[in-house]
Structures are given as C-alpha cells and as structure tokens.
C-alpha cells in the first residue's frame, strides 16, 4: 500500500506502522544519517527535583497524544498515534502531491529539526522516519487548531469531547512540542491563508488562561475617554499584531514559545538587563491582598494582557493606590500551561525576561487564603473556575514556593507596595476608614466626638484667653470680701 492509496482512500484501515512504511517507501532517497547537534536545544526535557516528583508526571506528561520524540511509542498514547494518518488525510484532503512535497520539504529539513531535541532522543530514528514523525504530527496540529478548534468538536470522529481537552493540555506541554517551522510548512503547502493562520494560531494558543473582560460601567464616560485616547490604542494595538505577526513569521520554536511571547509581549523596546534586576532587588514583608485592601491599596485587571504590563498608580491624596493585573482564568489547566512555561522561561531566557515567573510569584505573595482569592476575584483579576476558592490559593501556593520575583516591573510594584505599606499616614487613614466608616453611625459618632472635642477647646480657649469686663471686677472684690 502506498502512501498515495492511503490518501485518496480515506475509508482504508490504516495502521500506523504500515503508513510509515509507505511513506519510507514512497521517498527512498533520504538519507539514514543522523544529526549531530551543535546548538543547545529550544525544546529540553524536564530535568533536576522535578523529574523525581509527582508533578512530572502530572503535568509534564502527556495523557492523549504524543508529539516529537520524548514521549513516542508510549503504549497509552498509541489509541490517538493510530488517528494521526486519519487527520493527515483529511488536512490534505486526498492530495497526493501534497503530500509527497510536504514530506520532501521537511526531509530536507531534517538535520536543523533534529537539532531541536536533544541528541539522544532522536538517535533512534532514521531520517526517513523522523520526518514521518514530522509529517504526521504536524499536520495533526494543524488540523486540530484550524479545523476541530474552529469548526467544532464533531470533526473529531471516534474521539469523544473530554479528549478534546487532553489534547489541548498534551499540545501545550515543554516535552510535547515540534519545530513551529513545521506547522509554517504544512499551513503553506495546505494554502492556509497567513494572516488567518497567525491569528488562530494566537487565538488558540493563550485562550484558555487568559480571564474574560470585565463588564463595562458607566459606558457613556468609557466612550468620550475612549474618543480622548483611540488614536493611542490603536497605535498600540496595531504594534502588537504587526510585533505578533514579525515573530509568528520568523517561526518561533515551537507553540509553547507562541504562548509565552503573546503573554509576555510588550511595546518597551529595551528589557532590563540581568545585573539591574539583581541590583534593584529588594526584599518586601507585607502581607496578603486582604490586609493590603485594607491599608487602602486596592487591584483592578489591566487592560493590556501581558504579563509584562503592570502598573502601580496612586490615588486621591496618595492615601490610596491600585495595582493592576493581567486578569486570568483558574481552571484544570492553569496550573498545567503555567508550570510548563515557567520551566521553558527557565531554559530559554534571563532572570530579567522571566515575566510568568514573577506574575506567579507575585500572586503567591498576595494569595494565603480563600480571602486573599475572594478580593482578587472581586476585583476581576482572577475567574474562578476550578470550584472553591479554597483549591485556588492551594494552586498558587503550590506552584509559586521558592520562586524569586525577578522581573524589573514587579519588582518595582512590590516595592512601591512595601512604601506604601509601611507608610504610617496611610495606615492611620486606613485604619480611621475601617474602624469609622464601615456604618452610617459609626460615621455619626465620630462627627458626634470630633463636634464634643471642637467645643471644648472653644470653650478652653475663651476660659483661658477671654478678655477682662466689669463682672470678672465685681468677681473679684467679691471674693476679696466675701466674709463682710
């Protein structure tokens, strides 16, 4: 059976290992050989304590779906592997000669792929059956985020709709990825339009962690400021798809690293340096987001989703301050997308650039409880949707022990939080507003008492200070002769 049969004849059983063959068969012209890289890896494996824990297997694993080389051949996966050629046909929709460019193309590229892993995990595997690798899982990819994911979930044929949340994990995890260099090929040869490519592509990539908006109040002063300062949107805006679309088309590593610049994107042009950050370091000992309400610092979400853009902004009198977030969404899988891109952030970038890192860090700062979750909730920054918010101060807590904050924005912030905090004119007018004006008549007494003290000093003032008269005379010659 050829791999051109496979292709036009959807309705043939296929089996994995028969459509490798055909394909081996089909270009026997590549060559055997194997790489030997001399780049570090943009795609490690999870190393160190790590490895040795629970949480490897937890959250590093994948549970549907192997894709690359560090998990292939597993026997649980092998249920979605024999599917792979099923959605490759599909994709190219019987297209032979796709097909054949598709392999040939990335059989030319197979040196610099393999480059992508480290060596001894794709020793195993011939050139010819490296690029099969290749083809199958990058057009399963591609399928999935431009097909299942726009269409809907009854292209999925024999898969039921719980696997189509595995699926997505499994494509989001640090030892699960493939070159994005293969899915630019495979978009091409299958004439995916490029902008609708780039913008599934980002669409589907942050999603799931990202929160909804808040909803809007007071529409009608939203709308004239927002006639004050569209032109800066936009601007800002337009920076942001052409800097998304740059980096989409210069091909990222791989959708983990589409994932991590989309949520660390910012307009800055120039990041802090790795020795700024270890010399404006500065430790900070206050307390969780519930206690910070109450000294007057309060959270609101950012309106720009980075995890790079976060602000500390005084308020009236400088009594008061607000700290804005990236809001996001807590469910099944945040704990997952956030481990696995703090330990690519580790790999790939400096202490400086490590902006999921000290969001994560940061919000274990500020969540001890339930409370601290609830005030956070409240303010929109976060959207419960893993059930209690008991089970998400346990995530962060979890997730953010022994991480430094290093990023030179949130460094800043907690610094300027700190100021604040210690602050003893902020904290005296905070703890005046919540002892006295937490009720109607707590506010009456306090009015009540400040009235009785003002009258007493009125009246100590004229007692010391009042001028002589004719009485204050007659007071006296009486008191001299009181005994006549």
Known sequence: MSVEDI??????????????????????SASTANANPSQPAPIPKVVGLVKKTDDYEEYYVPKAVSIGPYHFGKPNLKPLQ????????????????????????????????????????????SDMEFT?????DGCFIVYCIT????????????????????????????????????????????????????????????????AYRRPERFKWLKSILHILNAQSQREELNCLHESLETFISNSPDHLLHVLHHRLRWSIKSELPTEEYVVANYASCNFRKASELVDIGIHFKPSDTMSFARIGFFKGCWGFSANVELLPITVNDSTKLLLLNLMTYETS????????????????????????????LRRAWVLENM???????????????????????????VKNKIQKHYESWRNTLFSQLKNEYFKSPWAIFVLLGALLALFLSVVQTYFSVWSPKSDCDDLCVFLKKNHHL
């Open 386 to 412: 893993q059930g209690s918010d008991e089970k998400v101060a346990e995530c962060f807590n979890e997730i953010g022990t022994g991480l430094p904050v290093s990023g030179l924005e949130y460094m800043e």
């Open 7 to 28: 292709i036009i004849n959807p309705e043939i059983e296929v089996n994995y290992g028969d459509y490798v063959d055909s394909i081996i068969n089909a270009n026997p």
């Open 147 to 210: 097909t299942i994911y726009v269409v809907g979930l009854e292209h999925w044929g024999e898969l039921k709709n719980y696997e189509f949340a595995l699926v997505f994990h499994d494509l989001f995890l640090l030892e699960n990825q493939i070159p994005f260099k293969v899915l630019w090929e495979v978009s091409r040869l299958v004439k995916i339009d490029k902008r609708l490519f780039i913008s599934i592509i980002q669409a589907f990539s942050y999603y799931r962690i990202l």
């Open 82 to 125: 024999n599917l792979k050629p099923e959605f490759t046909n599909k994709l190219l929709k019987g297209n032979k000669e796709t097909a054949t460019s598709l392999y040939n193309k990335l059989g030319e590229m197979v040196q610099d792929l393999r480059k992508f892993y480290e060596e001894d995990s794709t020793t195993g595997f």
């Open 132 to 136: 099969n690798m290749m083809v199958l």
């Open 348 to 375: 790939r970038y400096s202490i400086a650039d490590s902006w999921v890192t000290s969001y994560v860090s940061l919000l274990d700062s500020l969540i001890d409880d339930a409370e601290d979750v609830k005030v």
